[in-house]
Each structure stands twice: as C-alpha cells, then as structure tokens.
C-alpha cells in the first residue's frame, strides 16, 4: 500500500473516491502499532471493535452516506477516558481491572462521528506528570529519539504522553488526550504535533476520569491544524451530564478559505515567559516567529503578566488539593484494587490504597491533605484561590490590549530519560509546566504549534493562547504559521 495522506480531509476524499477504505487503513494501523509496540504509545489495542467500526464506515462510504469527515478515521484515546467494554486504567494499578459500562461523552460523539477507536494510550499514572514514565506499563518513547533501547531514549511529555507519540508516528490520525496544567501541549511540544487546550467548559468531562476538576479539560493532538479543526467540530457542544459545559450550541469552525490575513492582528510577547531555564534555540524559535507575524501585517507588543511567578506554586498547591479529594473516592470497596488484607475496615482502606497507588499519587494526596488542615486552610488553599483570581485577572487585562499570546511551550526540546529521573515529580512539573499551567487556572484556550527542529534534530514548539472561546481565532494563527515554516513537511 502506498503511502498514507497527511490530512484527514484527503484522507475522507480517498474514502469517498474509493482508492482507500477504512478496513485497509485501519489494518495498517494496527500492524504499524504491534511494529512500532517499543515505544510504548499504546496500552490496549481494541481490534474486534475498530474492525467492526471500520466495515461499518466502509459501508455507509459504499452507499455514499458518510457520517462525516471523520468516517472510518483512526483515532486513539487517552487512557483516563471511560471507554465501554474496554479497560480504562488510567495506567495505575488501582484500576488496573476497571472496565467501564459506559464511554465518555467526547469518545461517544467520535463514534457518532463514524470515527475508529484503536485503542488506550498512555499516561504518567491519574495523569500526575510531565514525561509520561510514571505508569503500570513502563514509559513512553519519543519517536524522535536517536536511542530507543536504552535509558537514553527521549521522554514523550505529560502526562499524554502516549497519544502526542501515536499521532507523531503516524499509529493514528488524531487522539484525545487530557490537560490540566499542560499535559496535552507538553508532549505535543516535545513530539512535534498539535495540541490543543479548549477553553473549559467548551467539550465535556463526562467519563473523564477527574485529577483537578476545576482545570481539567479534554485535548486534541493531531499532525495538523486542519485536522484538530475536523476532531473538535465533532466533539465540542453543551452536555447534560456535565454541568460546567456551556450551554450555548458549539457552531462548528469553518476552514479559511485562500490565504489567511494578519491585518489587524494584535499578537503579545509576555515578558514573564522569557525566564530562568529557556533554551537559547527556543528563544531563538519565539523570537523569529514573532518577526514573521510582524513582517506579515500583525502588530506585535511586549506585555506583562505580574503575578506569572506565582503562578506554578498557586498550580501546585492547588492541584494537589484537588487531587487529595478526587483520589478518596479508592477504597477498594465500590470499584478498583481491592487488597486481600481486610482484618478490619481501616486496614482495607489502608493497605488498598497503599498497593494501589504509586509514590507520586501518594506524595500529591499527602501534600493536598496538610494544605486542607484546619490550621492550613486559609494559609495555603484560600490564599491560593485569590492569588488564583489575580493570574486569571492578568490574562483579561492582557487581551484588552492584544488578541492572542505567542510564548514558549516548554522551555527545552526533549530531555533525554536518563537526565529527565534525577529530579523527583514535584520539581519535573515546576519546570515542564511552568509556561502552560496558568492557562487551565484561567480557564482560557492555549495551542502548541510546532516550528521547526533544534539542533538535537528535536521539535521545538511554541504556544498560542487567546481569550475564552477564541479557538477560532487561535486555529487560524496556528494555520498560518504552520504554513509558513512547513513543520508538516517532516512528515509527508
């Protein structure tokens, strides 16, 4: 078979035209997935299910009744998506046998969209990290990665790490993966994809399994902008069994039609962003791209984000305040790990939770139950929350002047595995998430777009943030900047 399209709008072409269908493409996915199963991307293949799925949109493409363009589509799913009939494990072992009777809103309105599920992708364990190693199956490899057999192969990001590596090398044409302080842009900066962040409340957390319920929000990672267009036209909407969805109808984004204008545009540099950390070459990237959006018509201006600095320790308390609660809910008495030491009720709870969950998930409750101590409330969480209220307060008086932000997704290309360990989870995420995570305290959309290759021949990726429901605007940037610096190229 010859080489695949790109695009998920050509491939829909091909399925249309019939010079591909769905069974072909979707059996060479899977094949691709056992040949390249050392990366570690995939969890859990579903083949029965994405066959059937696949000879169905055959079918409807056979009788030129399409569901849409993404009929017959390969995509895969992080593995905090309740998925039904499928293990959903979150890649710990408190899960480990957990088969959901239900799917998540954003994977039923997939597969209403006639799209094929794959399988579950990889994740650091409840989403708690930023290299995608912390899980029951092992860690993730980059694709990119010169090394791939040893400890000196190239982390894929956090903690989606294992669908930004299926979408990276080509196992599928899009995945879901979820972001709450930058679990999806991470590892699409450091893989070299797209990866998109809605404003919350756009697309549903139903049968999202919560970490931080009041950031969490489901993520798009594809090749292209097009195509994360394609996937969150499917998926975003109001829905009644999440209450913090909008209730406003999602109009769907059209694809600009001929060359997109920067007239008129007004881009921010946040000055807070150039910090401690930052890789020459990644401000070298920030920097021209900043140039090419001037030079093409869009007015380009330093701003300011004072409370930038407080940002990620607001986010670290905050989230492990959040987790502390959502993880009490593991006692092994409903559902999940249950331990076979139960001489009483209290060494159930006790030794369930202590075989079930790893030290990081362990440290992240600890953490969160002493800042919601009687004596620490007010000193941490309440203080916290109002610092909270200031970072997004940054971000409203920010677009008053400019209609998007330009800044660095993470600070370095991909570190290697061997130097990534060294640091413990904690101080891992204080640098990974430092540039993405006040996007979730804020609520707002942010995209990473990738630019171009360092000198490691690694992706080095840049982040676009906009005001609530701006994704339109936000897409149409990254379109035309991904047509000017032809990432894309690296794949065709």
């Not at 097009?226 to 909008?246: E, K, M, Q, Y």
């Not at 409330?377 to 970072?391: E, H, N, S, T």
């Not at 002047?401 to 989870?425: C, G, H, M, W």
């Amino acid at each position: 078979m010859n080489r695949l399209p790109l695009r998920i709008r050509k491939l829909s072409d091909c399925f249309r035209d019939k010079s591909l269908d769905p069974v072909a493409v979707t059996e060479r996915s899977l094949a691709s997935i056992n040949q390249l199963k050392h990366l570690n991307a995939f969890v859990r293949t579903s083949r029965t299910q994405a066959l059937l799925q696949a000879e169905s949109a055959k079918d409807r493409y056979q009788n030129n009744k399409p569901r849409g363009v993404l009929d017959g589509v390969t995509i895969a799913v992080k593995d905090n998506f309740c998925t039904k009939g499928i293990h959903t494990t979150c890649a710990s072992r408190m899960l480990e046998s957990f088969v959901p009777t239900y799917n998540a809103t954003v994977v039923e309105r997939l597969e209403e969209s006639g799209a094929v599920i794959l399988g579950k992708t990889n994740l650091d364990q409840f989403g708690m990290g930023s290299g995608c190693i912390d899980s029951i199956f092992g860690p993730t490899r980059n694709s990119w990665s010169e090394e791939l057999e040893s400890d000196l192969f190239r982390i894929a990001g956090g903690s989606s790490g294992g669908s930004a590596v299926a979408v990276a090398a080509g196992l599928c044409y899009a995945a879901l993966g979820s972001d709450t302080g930058g679990s999806t842009r991470n590892p699409a900066s450091y893989c070299g994809v797209v990866g998109l962040k809605p404003t919350y409340g756009l697309l549903s957390r139903h049968g999202l399994i919560p970490l931080v319920n009041s950031m969490d929000v489901p993520g798009i990672m594809t090749r292209t902008v097009d195509d994360c267009r394609s996937v969150l036209n499917a998926i975003a909407g109001p829905d009644d069994r999440d209450s913090t969805t909008v209730k406003t109808p999602f109009k769907a984004i059209p694809s600009p039609e001929g060359d997109i204008s920067l007239r008129g545009l007004r881009v921010g540099i946040p000055i807070e962003y150039h910090c401690d950390g930052l890789d020459k070459e990644v401000l070298e990237t920030w920097t021209i791209v900043a140039d090419l959006l001037e030079s093409s018509g869009a007015t380009v201006s330093a701003v300011s984000l004072p409370n930038t600095a407080s940002s990620i320790f607001v986010y670290s308390i905050l989230n492990q305040c959040e987790v502390s609660s959502n993880m009490s809910r593991y006692d092994g008495i409903e559902y999940g790990h249950r331990s076979q030491e139960d001489a009483s009720t209290e060494q159930l709870y006790a030794k369930t939770r202590a075989e079930g969950f790893n030290s990081v998930v362990k440290n992240r409750i600890l953490s969160g139950n002493y800042f919601l101590l009687r004596q620490n409330y007010d000193k941490y969480f309440q203080k916290a929350l109002k610092v909270r209220r200031l970072i997004a307060d940054d971000f409203v008086q920010a677009f008053k002047r400019v209609d998007v932000l330009l800044t660095p997704t993470t600070l370095t290309d991909a570190p290697l595995y061997k130097e990534f360990i060294q640091s413990n989870n904690r101080d891992q995420c204080a640098v990974q998430d430092f540039c993405t995570q006040s996007a979730n305290m804020a609520g707002i959309p942010a995209l990473s777009i990738p630019v171009r290759l360092s000198s490691r021949r690694l992706p080095i990726s840049l982040q676009l943030m906009g005001n609530h429901f701006s994704e339109n605007a936000l897409l149409s940037v990254a379109a035309w900047i991904e047509k000017e610096v032809d990432f894309v190229s690296f794949y065709e």
